[in-house]
Structures are given as C-alpha cells and as structure tokens.
C-alpha cells in the first residue's frame, strides 16, 4: 500500500508539475490536489514536501493564499526537520511565499521568522552563486517586504537592516543593469520603505545607523525643495538631539523652523493629512520645551506660534476634537501669561474663548473623560479671574457668562456640576452683599442643590453648611421666617452654634408669635404655638440657655393665651382684658392689640342690624375718645377715631335723622382735618374730607340752604382737585369730582339756574368722557357719560335749544348702545 501511493502521488506529481509548465493550472491544482491526498498516505517525506511545495506555489499564485497557507506549513514542519527534502532554491521560495500568507492571514510574528528563513536561504543561494539575478531579485524582493512588515510592528531597528541589506543588493544589480528601468523602481521602493521609517523612532536606533537615515532623509529633502516635509521632520529631529544636549533654545529654534514649513504645507495641500501630523508632533514637543521656561515674554511669543499654527491645523478639519483642544489649550496658557502680565482683560478674551470651545465640545461629546478634565481645568482658570474684577457686576456678568456656557452639561457631570455649585453659591454672596436677597436666594439654592447630590454620590457634605447658612441668612433677610427657620434649625442639629445663628431663630419665633397674634384663626394659633413652644424646647435641648431668654420667651407665650379669647369671638371680654393688662402695666405694650380689637368690633358692626350697629359705633367712640386723650400721639387711634365718626354719621343718615347725620359728619371732618395736618403726606384724611364736605353739601341741598350747599359743593371741588393734582393717575378722585360736578348742576337745575348747570353738566361730561376714552369697554363710566347728556340735554331743552338737545339725547342712545 504504502509502495503503491508513493508510485501514485509521484506520478501525479509529475503529471500536475507538466501541466503547470502548459500553463493548464486549474488542472494541475486538480492533479496536484490528488497527489496531495496519496502523498499523505505514503511513507516518503520526501515526496509529500516536494507536492505540498508546488502545490502550495500554485494556490498561492492563483490568489488563495488561505488554502496555499495551510500547505506551506505543511510542508514547513516537515522541512524544518529535513532542510535537504527541497532544494535551497525552493525553500527560500516556498518560505517566502509562506511568510507573505501569514501576513495576510494578520499572523504577522509568524510571518516574520518565515521571512528571516528566506532570506537567509537566498544569502546562501547567493553566496555560491553572486552572478544570479534571479536569487537576487527574490532576495530583495523578500528583504523588502520583510522590511516593510518589521517597520509596521515597530522593530525599526530590524526594518531598517532588511532595507539597507536590499538596497545594497539592488544598487548592486543596478551597476551592471542601467538601463533597466524596473530595477531602477524597485531602488526607488526600497529607498522610499527605507525613509518612511519615522525618524523619531529611528532615534532609538544604534547612532551610526541612525546618522545613515538622517542623511538619506537630507539627501531625499534636497530633491523635493526646501519646503517639503521631510525638512520639517529633519529639524524635528535635530531639535530632539539638542534638548537630549540640554540646548533647549537651540531646540526649540529648530522647532519653529519645522513649524514653518509644515504651516507653509497646511495651506499648500489642504487635503493633505501627514502636514497635520507632523505640525502636531511638532506642537508637542514645543509644549514640553516650553514647561521648564520662566521667561514670560519669551513664553508668549513661542506660545503665540502655538496658537497660530493650532488654530490652522483646526481649519483645516474644524470638527475634529484634538484639534480643538489644541487651540483651546494655547489660548488658556496665553490667558495665564497674559494674567501674570497684568493684562486682565487680554487674559479673559483668551481663555473665554478657550472656555467656549471645550464647552462646544462638552455638548457633542459629554462623557469623554479627556475633555471633561480639560474643561474643568481651564473652566477653574476662567472663575480665578473673577475675583481681580473689582466691580461686582462684572464678576456677576462673568459668573453668569460661564453658567450659560456650563448649562446642562453641569447637570450631566459631577466635575463641571460642582463647579456650577461654587459659581452659584459665590453669586448669591455678592448679590446678598448688595441686598438682591430674591436672586442670591435662588443661586444659593441652586448651590445647595448640585452639592446635596454631591453629598449622595460621595459621602461629602463639606460645602453644605456654608451655603446653608447664607440660604438661611437671605431668607431671614426677606421674610421668609418658615423657610429660615427650616435651614438654621439644620445648621443647629449639625453641631453650628453660632450666636448670630441662634438670635435670628430668636427674632424668627418671635416674628412667628407675631404672627399668630393676627390670625384671628383659633385652630391656627393654638397649632403654631404648639409648634413655637416645640422649637423652643428643642433648642433647650441643644443650647445652653444661659441668659434665660428662651426659657422667658416659652413663659410670655404661656401668658398670651388670653389672645385665644379674640380668636374665639369673646371680644368685649378680651377687651376689658386687655385693658386691664394695659392698665397694670402702662407701658402701651397691648394699645395695638387693643386697637385692632376695636377695628374687628368696628367691621363686625356692619353686619348688624341699625340700632346695634348705632350702639356699636357710639361704644367704639368713646373707647377711642379715652384712647385718644391718653395716646394724643398715636395716629391709628385718630385714624380708627375718625373712621368711626364717620360710620356714624352715614348709619344716622340711614336712619334719617339728617340732623344729627349733619352734626356727624362735621365732627368727622374735624377728626379728618386733624389728621390731614399731622400726616401731610396722607392722601386719605384729604380724601374723606372731600367726600364729607360733599355730603353736607348734599344735606344742605335737602334742607334747602343753597348758600351752605354751594359752599360745600365748592369746597369738595377744590379738595378733589387738588387731590388729583397729587395723584393724576387715580381714576377714583376723577370720577368723584365728576360727580360733585353732577351734583352740582342738579342743584342749580333745581334752583332754576339753567347757566349755571348748563356749566356744571358740561365739566361733568368732560370729566366723565376723559375717564370713559381710557376706557371705553367699562359700561359704568359709559353709564356716566349717558346719563349726563341725557341730564344737559333735559336742562339744553328748558333753555329752548331743543336742536342741541335732540343732540344731547341721541348721543346719550348711541352710547348707551355702544356707538
């Protein structure tokens, strides 16, 4: 069996090799594929390396390099035993072709021993026979792509030994050929894979190679001109070897040399990627020369060159990121410098426009942790200027500006959130110091916010108390005592004692006891002096009271319970109980509350039938009477007084008893008068004096004395004028000295005066049009202008103008129709 493959797989072998050399390769991948098949199965090595070989090559150069693979390694495990089973000539091809597979398979540690293997099989082939030129053009051929496979894994060292050995071996086969162009092409592919090797990494190479690639760079850069990129990065690398000197001047001139010509070809080759590249490379090392440099001009003038060729490098692909950050990082150094120079406003235009461009990035780009640390650091140089603004708006424009920018990237992220934080909280210190209480307050609560997230996230409360107590102290400054007491009862709790903190819990308790004195809502006192005495006792449990105040204040609110007695609606009661504590004590304490019980009495009044209401109103009056001679000074005594004097008057009227009404009204003009001279500023006294002289006028009207009725009417005129004068805008003094006009032509018309209240109706309208063209939907300033046409049309008609009155009368339709 084993005699009879071996015959079978040899025979066939020959056969496919014929065919090959007919060129009928798909039959010979047939044949070879048998022979194969019987070569496995027969005891000769020998034989199935020399199938596995050809048929390999044949797959290989038909383009399936996969299947061709798995042979070569085939036959390689075999060979590597027994080199003698193939000729050299063969295994460094088969070799060859194997490393080229694995390549492209990605096997590439694998791919180069294979090609060391070649290589060194055609070195021998060579070696016996230097006349060869096919052994040299596959030497070189396999140097070459050894070379290009050592330089994309990084073993430059390695690449750069395969290349020259093959440049030698080609500039060798050029001398006897030279006009033999693709020869000359493949120098030129070896001489262009052996400068494509990065000079920075050929830097770590031995120096004498090292040496032989930079001239052949130099040689290479000479040919293209002097702007072409190789220069740049030859000047790059000789500015390495003067920092590794120590000649960092020297370096970084070099520096701006490479920088020049690469900018110069950013501007030529737009499109071109590798100018970028190596401007960037070339940045870098500018950035780390420049870290040890303390010499601030000089600083600004490298980092000025920086910037440029940043901000051109982002021209030419504005969206990629890195190169934003380039530029953003160049103008916040350029802002640092500019700040040590004393230039402020230089420094704030350059890193504003460095804070606007990491945060247009933030919002494409929120969670690169990168960007976020870049932000955040140049964000934290943007809020450092704040405190050289000497002007608060300008800090508060500032702090404003960079919150706008923040936006809702700080409410995504921790870092930036808690810059937000501090830049909330140090605006409401500075409008609380400019007492914008409503504004800080909201900052402060933003403040408090983001760091009780901060608290939940990481344990760390560190930044709480200080905006709880600025929170606490903005509220207690607006009044808003519940809100306060909430925050500085927290403060407490957590171990702040500070005496300012526990007298404004003081002031605030009492203001809440104050409070409760006005409610006049039983359930609502009795529940909030639960609570004031709840509070109140916990501080005792928190605070030592040494002076006894707190212990003082729970016993006066025991002792106002009395005030539950108003509440509760026993109000003559807790009249004569206040009074009674008034007179015990005589210092005034309770007159308020004495005088606000009798308003209540006053207003409960009018829901009482006329005789109780009388009898309310005279009781009233003589309570304000013993008020007012004891209290001569208190103006809402004389207010209440004259207020009272005043109902009176009106509910006498009600009644009909128009003389005593009159002698009233006259008692309560006194009260007014007195009243308008102690408080000049007052426009209400001035109003009801008015209203009153009206009144009387009215009264005298109806007791047929027309002297006093015009007198008054006259005299109610001149105060509304002069009320309106004082305040144009109050329609209510214009529509009442409309009326008084009204009025008065009524009592001229029925006094047969028909001039006389022919005048008085025709102010009246105009007073009355006037309000109405302010307001021409208001149906009762309408009503107004209607009835008083109607009334001149009435008196116009008397006069025996019965055309005008006709008039009076159709204008008085049309708006009473809306017309």
């Known amino acids: 069996m084993s005699k009879r493959a071996r015959d079978m797989a040899y025979r066939h072998f020959n056969k496919g090799v014929s065919l090959i050399e007919k060129g009928q390769h798909e039959d010979a991948l047939e044949i070879l594929k048998q022979a194969a098949e019987q070569a496995k199965h027969a005891d000769s090595p020998q034989i199935e390396v020399a199938v596995l070989q050809t048929y390999a090559d044949l797959l290989f150069s038909q383009g399936k390099k996969e299947e061709a693979l798995e042979r070569y390694v085939k036959a390689a495990n075999i060979v590597e035993s027994e080199p003698d089973y193939l000729l050299p000539e063969q295994r460094a091809n088969m070799f060859s072709n194997m490393a080229l597979a694995l390549e492209n398979a990605g096997r590439k ?77 493949k120098k030129k592919i070896i001489r262009e894979n052996l400068l494509n090797i990065p000079l920075e990494n050929a830097s770590e190479m031995e120096k004498e190679k090292y040496e032989k690639l930079l001239q052949l760079y130099m040689e290479e850069a000479e040919d293209e001109g002097s702007n072409s990129l190789k220069v740049a990065a ?60 303390e010499d601030t001009q000089k600083l600004m003038e ?30 916040d150094i350029i802002g640092n410098l500019l700040k040590d120079s004393d230039d402020i406003e230089g420094a704030i235009r350059n890193i504003e426009e460095a804070v606007d461009i990491v945060v247009n990035i ?5 969670d690169d942790n990168n960007t976020i640390h870049a932000a955040v650091a140049i964000i934290e140089d943007m809020l450092a200027f704040a405190e050289l603004k ?19 990237t700080g409410q995504d992220n921790l870092e930036l959130g808690l810059i937000s934080a501090d830049m909330c909280k140090e605006t409401g210190l500075i409008l609380a110091e400019e007492k914008r209480y409503s504004e800080a307050l909201e900052n402060f609560r933003k403040a408090l916010s983001i760091y009780e997230t901060v608290k939940h996230a990481t344990g760390d409360d560190s930044k709480m108390n200080e905006v709880l107590k600025n929170t606490a102290k903005v509220q207690f400054d607006l009044g808003r005592y519940d809100e306060a007491l909430i925050s500085y009862m927290e403060l407490i709790k957590s171990g702040e004692t500070d005496r300012d903190i526990k007298d404004n819990i003081d002031i605030i308790l009492l203001e809440l006891e104050k409070k409760a004195d006005h409610t006049g809502d039983v359930d609502f006192i009795a529940k909030e002096y639960d609570r004031i005495l709840e509070i109140r006792a916990e501080l005792l449990g928190i605070i030592p009271d040494l002076e006894g105040r707190n212990a003082g204040r729970m016993k006066e609110i025991q002792g106002k319970k009395a005030d539950i007695m108003v509440a509760m609606g026993q109000l003559m009661d807790a009249l004569k109980l206040y009074e009674q504590i008034q007179e015990d004590e005589d210092s005034g304490r309770y007159i308020p509350k004495i005088i606000k019980l009798l308003e209540k009495m006053e207003m409960s009044a009018s829901n009482k039938q006329i005789d109780k209401k009388l009898e309310t109103l005279e009781f009233l009056l003589s309570k304000y009477n013993a008020l007012a001679e004891k209290y001569p000074d208190n103006i809402q005594i004389l207010v209440n007084k004259a207020s009272v004097i005043d109902g009176i008057a009106y509910t006498l009227s009600e009644k009909g008893e128009t003389e005593e009404s009159g002698y009233m009204c006259n008692y309560a003009l006194e009260a007014y008068s007195e009243l308008a001279a102690l408080e000049p500023e007052n426009m209400y006294p001035v109003e009801r004096i008015a209203a009153l002289n009206t009144r009387l006028a009215e009264l005298a009207v109806g007791a047929g004395i027309a002297n006093e009725a015009e007198k008054r009417f006259l005299t109610s005129l001149e105060t509304y004028r002069n009320l309106m004068n004082a305040d144009p805008s109050n329609v209510e003094y214009e529509l009442d000295h409309a009326g008084v006009l009204d009025g ?26 006037a309000i109405m063209d302010q307001n021409p939907e208001n149906k009762t300033y309408r009503s107004y202008v209607t009835i008083t046409l109607e009334n001149l049309g009435y008196v116009l008609e008397l006069m025996g103008r019965k055309d005008d009155a006709n008039w009076m009368y159709e204008s008085a339709k049309r708006i009473e129709e809306g017309n």
Do not use: C, W
Not at 274 to 287: H, Q
Not at 394 to 404: I, T
Not at 752 to 767: C, T
């Open 109 to 185: 540690m694998e791919a180069g021993d294979r090609y060391a293997i070649a290589a060194q099989n055609y070195r021998d082939l060579v070696q016996k026979d230097p006349s060869n030129q096919s052994h040299i053009t596959n030497m070189i051929s396999t140097l070459n792509n050894m070379g290009a496979l050592f330089a994309e894994t990084g073993k430059y060292e390695r690449a750069f030994d395969a290349f020259e050995e093959a440049l030698e071996l080609q500039e060798g086969s050029d001398a006897e050929k030279h006009d033999d162009n693709s020869n000359l092409q």
């Open 234 to 293: 030859i000047l790059q690398n000789s500015a390495h070897i003067l920092e590794n000197e120590g000649r960092e001047d020297a370096a970084l001139s070099k520096l701006k040399e490479a920088l020049e010509i690469a900018s110069a070809f950013i501007d030529n080759e737009k499109e071109d990627d590798s100018g970028r590249k190596i401007s960037i490379g070339i940045l870098r090392d500018m950035n780390r020369l420049l870290e040890a440099e």
């Open 302 to 331: 490298k980092y000025g060159l920086i910037l440029d060729a940043s901000r051109k490098i982002l021209a030419s692909e504005p969206e990629n990121t890195s190169y934003q950050l380039n530029v953003a990082f160049s103008l």
């Open 362 to 366: 933030l919002q494409r780009e929120g």
């Open 390 to 408: 000497k002007e608060n708006e300008s800090k508060l424009d500032l702090y404003r500006q960079l919150g706008d920018k923040i936006g809702k």
């Open 744 to 769: 008065m032509g009524a009592f001229f018309l029925n006094a047969g005066m028909y001039g006389e209240a022919k005048k008085s109706y025709e102010n009246a309208l105009r007073s009355y049009a």
